[in-house]
């Protein structure tokens, strides 16, 4: 079955700062990459996806990169800021309607 | 439109005993999956239902089992329950299933003494 696999688990960065999570999968099938954001006390949110037959998607701040060859794919936060300080889950889906996600990075962004 | 809500919010329970946690879906959404979080372990998938069906699982044991509703509400089950169970169990909605938006809940903190 799929497995992912996320780093770093922790990251602290100044506020400005540009951030990366990176996240390796292991099933050449899945097509599907998501990342979900999870503040403190709350629920996951998704903040951005990508499918396969994409190698970049931006969102003002925010832009994810697909690897499909080395099957990594990374998440980039640009100048950052306090309110980005939250635990960011990667996560890939094969298409049988199994969402597997990584274990977390837990991001702090310093004034 | 409502969000996803879970009840219980929060349940105390004793190794052995079983526990049943409900979630409503948003309106309209046929698919709902089930996470159990810990710390360190992030998400970790145990099933998800599609109009009534169970369309995949994680590797969890049998002990944990769910079902959904014609409406689409879902109830997932732990019988016999072990300390190692404690845990944020958080459901999630979505249309179609999970390559589309997931809708969290806000989760179930279940805490086995």
């Given at each position: 079955g799929e497995n992912v696999e996320q780093h770093p688990s922790t990251l602290s960065v100044q506020e400005g700062d540009s951030a990366v999570i990176k996240c390796t999968y292991s099933d050449s099938a899945s097509n599907y990459f998501p990342w979900y954001k999870q503040e403190l006390g709350k629920r996951p949110q998704l903040i951005i996806d990508i499918r396969s037959n994409v190698g970049e998607k931006k969102d003002q701040r925010i832009a994810v990169t697909l690897n499909k060859t080395a099957k990594h794919f990374s998440l980039h936060i640009t100048e950052t800021q306090p309110e980005d300080s939250a635990v960011y889950f990667c996560a890939a889906s094969d298409g049988t309607?199994?969402?597997?996600?990584?274990?977390g990075t837990r991001l702090q962004v310093f004034p | 439109k409502a969000g996803v809500t879970q009840t219980p919010r929060y349940l105390i329970k004793?190794?052995?005993?079983?526990?049943?946690?409900s979630c409503s879906p948003i309106s309209g959404h046929r698919s709902v999956s089930w996470y159990q979080q810990t710390p360190g372990q992030g998400l970790q998938f145990l099933f998800e239902y599609f109009s009534?069906?169970?369309?995949?699982?994680?590797n969890f044991p049998g002990r944990f089992s769910g079902r959904q509703f014609s409406n689409s509400r879902s109830e997932m089950n732990v019988s016999t329950l072990e300390l190692g169970d404690s845990a944020l169990y958080l459901c999630a909605s979505s249309g179609q299933g999970q390559q589309e938006t997931q809708y969290f809940g806000p989760g179930t903190r279940l805490l086995v003494l």
């Open positions: 309607d199994k969402l597997i996600f990584g274990t | 004793t190794r052995g005993q079983q526990v049943t946690l009534e069906t169970q369309r995949n699982k994680g």
